[in-house]
């Protein structure tokens, strides 16, 4: 009677959508979309009837069906917190409805929708996937939608090699459905949409769109298999044919490259709602199999691995009576939109409300242009990165490269060069890093007695030397003293008012090595700075002379009579360290690990940065998450996270790959004369080179060579001459694929 009603009222609502709003349905010949997934459980996964606890366990057999961790299930729908899968179980196929959080995706989330706009000057819905279909139409009109027009893409089917994205839009207010071809939509990336490769075997991934030059990791050509899951970044055209930009693991790595967009679809899944069923979703999973008759009670459940219910690693904190109910999904958006947040924001932060109710998330308002902060933030020298890195994440600008001998200039160092502005805009834009890692570099960095613990600072300090060891100190009565590393941080912490997890977390990026080493700079032997700690690195600043960051860092840690200085032990550093951040930058206002490297603070803006290295955040927000552990769903966690006015529509893209930008000659003469001005090395092909020959000369050689040995050179070689002015041109043009141009006249007679 129950299925029933809920039926009922489910075509009560479709004819009131229908009648009222106008949305118009028209599913054609649809495909069935869909994501897959693995269990995730340390005990059994209930499958029910319906998307809540409310609902019956699914029966086979005369038993309620329950899942095994590592088992693999079909995504169909999202029904709130539940998924609706499909599944195989003893030989046959099954339906039901299980809790997403104990479900993994590849991409770390179920997508519903990919949002899109029209490319075409006019294009018109079909009712079908096909060419032989008839237009979907709004009264006795077809439906006419222009270029730029937006839409959502909710499915996609391939007929006869041609692939049909199925779409909704909003045409003279009504919603309607249907049929467009794929090439007439620009489809909106953002950080990435999951895919899958749905071709009949195995494909390359090329390194480039037609290209036939196949992806190597670790020696051997990397092949996407049959239902193998990827990431898809962007899309490119190459002879009219679509190809996908994806990122893919092959043997333990992420790597990058192309296949063919023909084979490959998006994983998406619909949209369901339960109309009746509005309680909060409790754990669903059963440490054994249970009878269908027996529901099992919270207070017997055994928590999956990984999942939000289980043991964190710090105790939560007291949260009042009044706040422990969530607000609904409606109900958070709305704050967020009262609170200031953009558009490009909300979907992501309600993805991470989905799973963490109680986070809060508010807006620091910069009040700052994004052109002009990018600008400031891109003086060659104030962010830097490793000169490994890919040529798109380096700076070529006046003091950050040398053209004349193709060498990135370091700052810090050997290996620490300056960020191409694209690096800035990447680490800078916050849309990049709301998920579950990256949200941590926006994290209210003030100590939190309640929820903080000397276990999660330990955690923190796993593999590296401090971990669970003592070191010796004298005590303020100039008694010896020994104390654990992690206890030390819990005072700095009680002493500064800083997270003593955002302590340990910056001390391993700053001075640890390996698992058993760590720099010279807490080693207390440096020459001229014996006895001397600077956990911290304050004052290390970037320098290429003798001692280099660490000596000037010494250097500060030994003078001064403020924080504890000088520091001629360890404890002083630690808690001498932790004030002077809390001092200056947590009690300051930058009390946010993205604010202590991005100062967009009123308070010495652009100035004050505590670090020049561009990926400390993001790569210190992924130790914080490690110190959490598994964080619980009723963990209240607060985020400040910046706004500023005229961003890009879409997250700034990440820097990939890219190619040597050099196209300077390196020497240019003609073999047995001389130009008027000589050729030096350095000059940017903007003068001309001259010289005079007799009459009695008929040919010459042109001679050069190139600055780097990535980019091509022609117009060299013998050249036969004419009387009067005769013009050669040698090019040299980069591995990008700019040219440079140098000028030779030869007056002949």
Known sequence: MLKRYRRLVYLCVTAVLILVFGVHFNDGNKVHAEAVGVVNVSGYLNVRTGPGTSYELLQSGGTGVTLTNGQKVSITAKAGKWYHISFKLNGKNHKGYVMGSYIKVQGGSVCTSV?????????????????????????????????????????????????????????????????????????????????????????????????????????SKVRVGIKKQFTIIREKTVSDNRYFYIKVRAKEKTVYGYLPASSARFQIVDTETDINDTETPQPDITQSPIPAEKTPQPDTTQTPENSPSSSPSVSPSPIPAETQAPLTNDEFKKKLEDEGFPDSYIKPLMSLHEKYPLWEFKVFDTGLKWDTVIKNESVVGVNLLSVNKSYDWKSTEEGAYDWKTDKYIPYDGST?????????????????????????????????????????????????????????????????????????????????????????????????????????????????YEGIYNFYNIGAYGSTVAGGAIANGLKWASTGNTYNRPWNDRYKSITGGAEYIGKNYINAGQNTLYLEKFNVTSKNRYDHQYMTNIEAPNSEATKTVSAYGVIDQDMPIIFSIPVYTNMPDEPCEVPSGGKNPNNYLKTLYVNNYTFTSKFVLGDDGSKKYKLKVDKSVDSIKICATKVSEYATLSGTGNKDLSDGVNTFTVKVTSESGNVRKYTIEVTRG
């Open 416 to 528: 620490w060069v300056a960020a191409s502005e694209k690096a800035v805009k990447y680490y800078m834009d916050p849309r990049n890093f709301l998920d579950e890692r990256g949200i941590f570099q926006f994290e209210s960095l003030e100590y939190q007695s309640e929820s903080q613990t000397q276990d999660g600072v330990e955690k923190i300090l796993n593999n590296t030397p401090m971990h669970d060891k003592t070191f010796s100190y004298t005590s303020s009565s100039g008694s010896k003293a020994e104390i654990k590393y992690s206890e030390a941080f819990m005072k700095a912490a009680e002493s500064s008012g800083v997270s003593p997890y955002h302590l340990a977390s910056r001390v391993k990026q700053e001075v640890v090595i390996s698992p058993t080493l760590m720099s010279t700079s807490v080693s207390g032997t440096v020459s001229g």
């Open 115 to 219: 949002a899109a706009s029209v490319i075409d000057s006019e294009l018109k819905l079909m009712n079908k996937a096909s060419e032989n279909g008839t237009y979907v139409k709004a009264g006795k009109d077809d439906i006419i939608l222009t270029a730029g027009s937006k839409v959502t893409l909710q499915d996609e089917t391939t007929e006869d090699t041609q692939k049909w994205y199925y779409i909704s839009c909003v045409y003279e207010d009504e919603t309607y459905k249907g049929y467009v071809k794929a090439e007439s939509l620009k489809v909106s990336y953002g950080k990435g949409i999951p895919g899958i490769w749905e071709g009949t075997s195995k494909t390359p991934l090329y390194k480039n769109a037609g290209k036939t030059t196949v992806v190597k990791n670790a020696g």
